[in-house]
């Protein structure tokens, strides 16, 4: 492949079917960005450590380690475009890809995202509404900011936290000696963030190509089980102009931060219906799996058309959605469930569309796979997560 080089000008370059996307990462994110490009005619290669990462079955596999150079160059000598499919791909990596091959998202994106600081400064800067947060250096100074934030606050380090892993909730006295303890010895830096009394998680998927071209999907509302995303339900049971300034957050957060690609914008929405931005992905994102059922054009093809300077897809919401993740201890009941006759399914006018992601362990929490339930109303699709009691007390 000839590598168009990402210096110059590249906004009218269209990257066309029968063209090779490379990607770095081989996980469930890369196998359904790839399995919808298979469709549109795209070739694929990933770089993935694991021998059975998911993305392999649909994309030539370069088994390799995220920092190995070498192995990144042949991705890039095999690719006419490189994309990344989460965000803790190696930054030193991805620079020195850019000198030579052509990645539209870019090193600054990644370099933003993969550290919270960063991030809020950036979105601050923007004029985007973000909790208030500090830089915390020592436990005194974790003390004295709680107390200014009035006596609360959510302990985090700024970088490699994910599904709740590298944070802290400070409620009461002591929470924060405790919470410096167990986060200062990952050595990362860390932030405090004032606690946000949020009513709802939000979440909106925005996509830009190269020419500057803005879509958005519709906003899902978010509900978490032990730090894990576990449904996603859309439309969000929010006003229309929540939706509304949902969107045009993601949009302006978009354009601000100058993005080619997906950017998934996770929001909290307060009890007087104010949106504050917690935190931003730019690659697909778990709480928009509900458009590969649900929508017009699903997240992964948006991106590859963003990436790929097509012009991007309607993101028209088609039917009341409700996705659920499958996580390794859903594994057994949800097999058992899809196998036999559906019979909640069928009274409740539900229908499940099962992904699976191919991973040969199932470990607990380990997310295997989610399922889109189409319905006429996002109620009956909840009563089926209830009734079908594979989630039991979430
Ligand atoms: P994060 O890793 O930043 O996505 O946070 C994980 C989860 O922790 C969020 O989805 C919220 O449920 C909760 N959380 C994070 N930050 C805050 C905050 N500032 N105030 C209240 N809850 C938070």
Same mark, same amino acid.
């Given at each position: +492949? ?31 960005? =790839? *399995?919808?490009?298979?469709? +549109?005619?795209?070739?694929? @290669? ?16 370069? &088994? ?13 000598? +095999? ?77 985090? %380090? =700024? ?10 909730? /400070?409620?009461? &006295?002591?929470?924060?000696? &405790? ?11 860390? @932030? ?26 519709? @906003? ?12 996603? /339900? ?45 935190? *931003? ?9 509900? %458009? ?9 093809? &948006? ?13 028209? *919401?088609? %039917? ?17 469930? *899809?196998?036999?006759?559906?019979? @909640? ?42 009734? %079908?009691? /594979?989630?039991?007390?979430?």
């Amino acid at each position: +492949m000839t590598p168009t080089g990402n210096q110059g000008d590249h906004t009218s370059v269209r990257i066309q079917p029968g063209a090779t996307i490379g990607v770095l990462g081989g996980g469930q994110l890369g196998r359904m960005l =790839a *399995l919808d490009g298979l469709r +549109m005619g795209y070739r694929f @290669v990933t770089l993935d450590p694991s021998p059975d990462a998911p993305c392999a079955e649909a994309a030539r596999h370069i &088994q390799a380690d995220f920092g190995d150079i070498e192995a990144a160059g042949r991705l890039a000598s +095999m690719s006419d475009v490189i994309t990344y499919e989460f965000e803790n791909v190696s930054l030193e990596v991805v620079e020195k890809l850019e000198q030579g091959a052509y990645l539209p998202q870019g090193g600054h994106l990644l370099h933003m995202t993969q550290h919270r600081l960063r991030e809020k400064d950036a979105l601050s800067k923007a004029g985007i509404p973000v909790a208030p947060y500090a830089k915390i250096e020592s436990l005194a100074e974790l003390e004295q900011q709680v107390a200014l934030f009035g006596g609360q606050g959510v302990l985090k %380090t =700024a970088t490699g936290g994910y599904d709740g892993k590298g944070q802290r909730m /400070i409620r009461r &006295q002591g929470d924060a000696e &405790q919470a410096y303890k167990e986060l200062s010895i990952l050595g990362a830096e860390l @932030v405090l963030e004032a606690f946000i009394p949020f009513q709802l998680e939000l979440s909106v998927i925005a996509a830009r190509n190269s020419d500057g071209d803005i879509a958005t999907f519709p @906003v899902a509302e978010n509900r978490h089980a032990d730090h894990i995303l576990h449904l996603s /339900i859309v439309p969000a049971r929010v006003p229309e102009a929540v939706q509304q300034e949902a969107e045009r957050l993601a949009r302006q957060i978009a354009e601000a931060l100058d993005v080619v690609g997906l950017i998934a914008v996770e929001m909290f929405m307060t009890a007087d219906n104010q949106l504050i931005v917690n935190e *931003l992905a730019p690659r697909p994102h778990n709480s928009g799996h509900y %458009t590969m059922d649900a929508c017009m054009t699903s997240q992964f093809e &948006q991106h590859l058309r963003a990436i790929c300077n097509l012009p991007l897809g309607d993101t028209t *919401l088609r %039917t009341p959605v409700v996705m659920v993740n499958l996580l390794g201890e859903h594994r057994k009941d949800m097999l058992q469930w *899809l196998v036999e006759d559906d019979a @909640v399914a069928e009274k409740l006018h539900v229908t499940p569309k099962l992904h699976w992601y191919g991973k040969s362990e199932a470990l607990p929490k380990r997310k295997m796979g989610h399922i889109n339930l189409l319905a006429s109303d996002v109620e009956s699709a909840l009563q089926w997560v209830k009734q %079908t009691n /594979i989630w039991r007390n979430q």
